[in-house]
């Protein structure tokens, strides 16, 4: 899959203020093919597959940040997936929906 660089720009910024909002180690965030972090207070996870792990395309990174997707849609049908027992995300969501404004 070949990444746009506007939304690379996009999905990027907005995974800085992501982990500022929410700093630490204990989830992986994946945007695939754009970028990964990891986020939130916890064990601090260093190798091999994490076992916080959050996946979810662009569009829906981006819509549960304007609002527009809310996370338990995302789980349900499929766009989002979620393993680990900190990977609920949900509730980190509504505030970056709340704080983040994105660049039109």
Avoid at 37 to 45: N, V, W
Avoid at 88 to 98: C, H, K, M, R, V
Wanted: include cysteine; charge should be negative; charged fraction near 20%.
């Amino acid at each position: 899959m070949a990444r746009d660089p506007l939304v690379l720009i996009q999905v990027k910024a907005l995974l800085d203020q992501i982990s500022a909002i929410a700093p630490g180690h204990a989830v992986e965030l994946r945007i695939p093919p754009y970028a990964a972090i990891q986020c939130c207070e916890g064990p601090k996870h260093t190798r091999g597959t994490p076992p916080n792990v959050v996946e979810m395309g662009a569009d829906e990174f981006i819509a549960l940040i304007d609002g527009s997707l809310e996370w338990s849609d995302g789980i349900n049908d499929g766009r989002i997936t979620a393993s680990g027992e900190r990977s609920d995300l949900s509730q980190l969501f509504q505030l970056a929906a709340q704080t983040i404004r994105i660049a039109e």
